[in-house]
Each structure stands twice: as structure tokens, then as C-alpha cells.
């Protein structure tokens, strides 16, 4: 086999395993919604996988960069606090006013209590 046989053969191959795993990727399903519940007097907060998807449909955006692959485990259990996002921490690293709304425009995720 000649020289540049070979290298077409390994190029094949390579642009076979990323087509592969860009078609795995895109077949991977959007996550539920998360229930943020520990927000102390203000309203839960509902994180939507769709609608962040939707404006970066790259996961590696926020995993696991920001957060980590497991419900919860970014912080521990911890509620999120206000001076961490402030801190561009958390959804404050992107609500920041500049890639999306800023975190001070409240009830973009704490809607009105009812």
C-alpha cells in the first residue's frame, strides 16, 4: 500500500469518527427543566435546557465549565447566591448584560408570586 493510500485510508477514518460523534451529539436529548427551590424570599427559579439551548446548543457552554453534568452538584446543595452571580458565578458568568440579560432584571427568573 502506498504512501498516500494510507493517509487517505487514516483521514477516512478520522472524518468517520467525528461524523459519528456529531451525529451521536445532535441525537442526545434536551434535559428536564431544573426547580431552583432555595432562593430564600424570592420566587423558585425554573432552568430551562430548551430555552438556553436554543440561543448556544453547545453543552460545553456551561458543562463543565460552570456546571457540572449532575443535578446538583455544582453546588453542593447549596442555594446559589446573589453576590456569586454578581461575582459572574454560576448564570451570572453568562447574565451578565453583555451575553444575556443581566441577573438584576429579576423576574426574567423569578416570576411574580401569586
Not at 442526545?28 to 430555552?51: A, G, L, N, R
Not at 438556553?52 to 446538583?72: L, R, S, Y
Request: aromatic share 8%; glycine share 6%; hydrophobic share 35%.
Amino acid at each position: 500500500m502506498g504512501k498516500w493510500t494510507r493517509w487517505g485510508l487514516a483521514a477516512a477514518a478520522v472524518l468517520a469518527v467525528t461524523l459519528s460523534a456529531v451525529w451521536a451529539y445532535s441525537q442526545m436529548p434536551v434535559p428536564e427543566d431544573i426547580k431552583y427551590t432555595q432562593t430564600k424570599d424570592q420566587t423558585p427559579v425554573t432552568f430551562s435546557h430548551k430555552t438556553h439551548q436554543a440561543k448556544n446548543p453547545e453543552c460545553t457552554a456551561c458543562h463543565v465549565q460552570i456546571f457540572q453534568m449532575k443535578k446538583g452538584a455544582t453546588t453542593e446543595g447549596k442555594p446559589i447566591m446573589v453576590a456569586d452571580l454578581l461575582a459572574g458565578k454560576y448564570c451570572g458568568a453568562c447574565h451578565n448584560g453583555q451575553k444575556a440579560f443581566p441577573i438584576t432584571e429579576c423576574v426574567k427568573c423569578h416570576p411574580a408570586k401569586k
